[in-house]
């Protein structure tokens, strides 16, 4: 089992920027992908991006490449999704999962809230 604890959500303005943390605990993550996931009301969840623990690399939505940018801290166990220039369209909230290799993403966070205002 993987535990995934997000935080870091909050009500912004259009063009703030605002950092989410995903604390993970539980197993080794060497052989795991992290990803962040958004859903807006009303609408399906999302994929945003994804890092992959060992090496970091990292895959992003078209519509927020370029704006945010997902990194993982391995002493602190932490993936990070740096936002910037967020837009009232990234509202939603945001979760944090782990995918095992030839695995979905099986564990999941409870979620942040996002809301930024025009």
């Known amino acids: 089992q993987v535990q995934l604890v997000e935080s870091g959500g909050g009500l912004v303005q259009a063009g703030d920027s605002l950092r989410l943390s995903c604390a993970a605990s539980?197993?080794?993550?060497?052989?795991?992908?992290m990803g962040w996931f958004r859903q807006a009301p009303g609408k399906e969840r999302r994929f945003i991006a994804a890092?992959?623990?060992?090496?970091?690399?990292?895959d992003y939505a078209d519509s927020v490449k370029g704006r945010f940018t997902i990194s993982r801290d391995k002493s602190k166990n932490t993936v990070y999704l740096q936002m910037n220039s967020l837009k009232p369209e990234d509202t939603a909230v945001y979760y944090c999962a782990a995918q095992n290799v030839g695995e979905k993403y099986d564990f999941w966070g409870q979620g942040t809230q996002v809301t930024v205002s025009s």
């Open positions: 539980g197993r080794a993550l060497s052989s795991y992908r």
């Open positions: 890092i992959t623990w060992n090496f970091g690399n990292t």
